[in-house]
Every structure is written in structure tokens, then in C-alpha cells.
């Protein structure tokens, strides 16, 4: 005769994380080599590895987008030091406020 090993259920969760306890995000992913398994390290929840990618997509997505502004901010500043630069070098020494 063989041999039943039991195995312990494990929640999958949906497309969406609404339905866990405490309304984790997910943020904290944790991949178990064996099996090929996405959990959550805060809740212990086995995710959709299609939902994790998607989740670390769209976080992908918004940190380029910061990143993105950030630059233009840094250019626009640059530009704007350089012509105050410009316009402190144009000015003769009698016109400089010392501070």
C-alpha cells in the first residue's frame, strides 16, 4: 500500500491583496527556492507570483517616475544658479551687496 502524505493548506491570495487579515500590502516578498513559492514576510501569505510581479512592476514604474522629476527639478535648478551666476558676474563690484 502506499504512503498519504499529508499537506498543510496554505491561502493563496487573490489578484488583489483586500482579502487578507490586517490589509497587508505585500510589500515584503520573500521567494522559497523550493517550489517556486512568493510569500509575504509580514503575513505569511502565499501570493499569485503573477501579482507579485505585477505589484513590483507598478512600484518599478513609480520610483522611475520620481526619479524622472527629480531630474528635471535638479536641471531646472542648475539653470536657474547659472544665471544668477551670470547675472552676479555682470554686475559691477560697487552694485554686489555684501552679506
Not at 500590502?25 to 512568493?38: F, Y
Not at 505585477?54 to 527639478?73: D, V
Request: positive net charge.
Amino acid at each position: 500500500m502506499r504512503k498519504v502524505i499529508p499537506f498543510g493548506r496554505r491561502a493563496v491570495a487573490p489578484n488583489t491583496p483586500r482579502d487578507v487579515k490586517a490589509k497587508c500590502a505585500h510589500r515584503n516578498l520573500r521567494l522559497v527556492e523550493h517550489g517556486g513559492i512568493v510569500m509575504c514576510a509580514d503575513c505569511h501569505v502565499t501570493l499569485s507570483p503573477f501579482w507579485a510581479l505585477s505589484m513590483l512592476s507598478e512600484q518599478y514604474a513609480l520610483a522611475m517616475g520620481h526619479i524622472h522629476r527629480l531630474k528635471s527639478r535638479i536641471q531646472l535648478a542648475d539653470a536657474r544658479i547659472l544665471e544668477l551666476s551670470r547675472e552676479l558676474d555682470a554686475m559691477s563690484p560697487g552694485e554686489k551687496k555684501p552679506e
